[in-house]
Structure formats: C-alpha cells, structure tokens
T-cell receptor
C-alpha cells in the first residue's frame, strides 16, 4: 500500500533560518505529491503540489521537488517567518482501476521564534 | 473561494450518545471526505463519498456511518459515542478526478470530546 514518512517534529527555528522538512514515500504507479499546511485553529490548505518526476512546486517562498529516484518530496524555505508557524503535512495521490487514494504523512509541527 | 463549513467547532458529548457532525461545501464538488486527526497519527480517512447517496469506507470506518442526501452536505454519524472517538474531525471536498492531481479543500474542523 501507499505510505508517507515525514521527519518527526516539533521543529523550532529562529526567524530567517533555513527550513527543510523531509518527506519520503512508497507508492505504486506514479503518484502526485502535495504539501498541505494547517495554521493554528484552522483546517488544512494546499501549500504546493507536483504531478510528475522533476516537477518543482512552489508557493509563498516554499519549494519542493519531486524526486522519483529517491522517492522524496522535501519541503524547503530559505528564510522562515514567525507567520510560517504551523503543522505541515506531506501527502500523495494515486489513482487507478476506478479508485483513488490520498495518503497523508503524520505532520511536522514548525515553530518559528523571533 | 471554496468554502467548507462544519456545524460546530467544539462539541462535548456523553458516552453512548448518538452524534451528528455536519459538513457543507459551496462549490458543487462531487467528492466529500471525513477524516479524524490525532496527535502522532496524522489524518486518517473515515469515509468518503463521490456522489449523492454513494459512500466508500476509508481506513477506519468502524463505529462511524455517513449520509449524503444532497450534493453539498455530508454528515458523519457516531451511532454510540465512545471515549476513544474523542478527536478532531475534518471534512474536505474536491472535484471528481481519477487522473492527475486534485486539491482537497478542508473545513476548520470539529473538536469532539466524549466523556
């Protein structure tokens, strides 16, 4: 079956530090990959996505590149802000034979301190 | 903007009560989903629906049922609430798509406590 493994948190960084949150996956076929973000007290919202190998998703200064050879989709940001404090979820989507599945990682909590 | 709303942000119920969690979306999406979110476990899919009156079990359907009588509304039912159902419940919706990536839009969540 499909699975997503994220680095465990919590992660605490100072403002303007470099962020990496690791995500690796196991899937059959050719999944699409996502990062979702959940700000305190809110539901999840899509941060970025990539649908095929070597695609780079980007949004709000965050980037992630779909690496098929290493089955990874690591999230990066060059300079984090306090407002980036949230829980980040890596997810993959697969479809086939009339069904589809969206699988989430367990989430990584990021706290950015001034 | 797509909006997914959930009937309550916080709910406290007693063991054995029947509990209804309501979710409404305003973008004419075919798919709707119910997840529960627990610390250290991430999101787990309970049920989803790809059309009115259609439902499919997710990863953890035991102790839950769902109802989709109208396209915009998807209800999660706890027939007899138990303390191990204390959790954050998230509803989501998306367009129907078997191929390619599609985005799920989430509601703000309902934090249910069963005492």
């Amino acid at each position: 079956g499909n699975s997503v493994t994220q680095m465990e948190g919590p992660v605490t960084l100072s403002e303007e530090a470099f962020l990496t949150i690791n995500c690796t996956y196991t899937a059959t076929g050719y999944p699409s990959l996502f990062w979702y973000v959940q700000y305190p007290g809110e539901g999840l919202q899509l941060l970025l996505k990539a649908t095929k190998a070597d695609d780079k998703g980007s949004n709000k200064g965050f980037e992630a590149t779909y690496r098929k050879e290493t089955t990874s989709f690591h999230l990066e940001k060059g300079s984090v802000q306090v407002s980036d404090s949230a829980v980040y979820f890596c997810a993959l989507f697969t479809s086939g034979a009339g069904s589809y599945q969206l699988t989430f990682g367990k989430g990584t909590k990021l706290s950015v301190i001034p | 903007d797509v909006k997914v709303t959930q009937s309550s942000r916080y709910l406290v119920k007693r063991t054995g009560e029947k509990v209804f969690l309501e979710c409404v979306q305003d973008m004419d999406h075919e798919n709707m989903f119910w997840y529960r979110q627990d610390p250290g476990l991430g999101l787990r899919l309970i049920y989803f629906s790809y059309d009115v009156k259609m439902k499919e079990k997710g990863d953890i359907p035991e102790g839950y049922s769902v109802s989709r009588e109208k396209k915009e509304r998807f209800s999660l039912i706890l027939e007899s609430a138990s303390t191990n159902q204390t959790s954050m419940y998230l509803c989501a919706s998306s367009l129907l798509g078997l191929a390619g990536a599609y985005e799920q839009y989430f509601g703000p969540g309902t934090r249910l406590t069963v005492t």
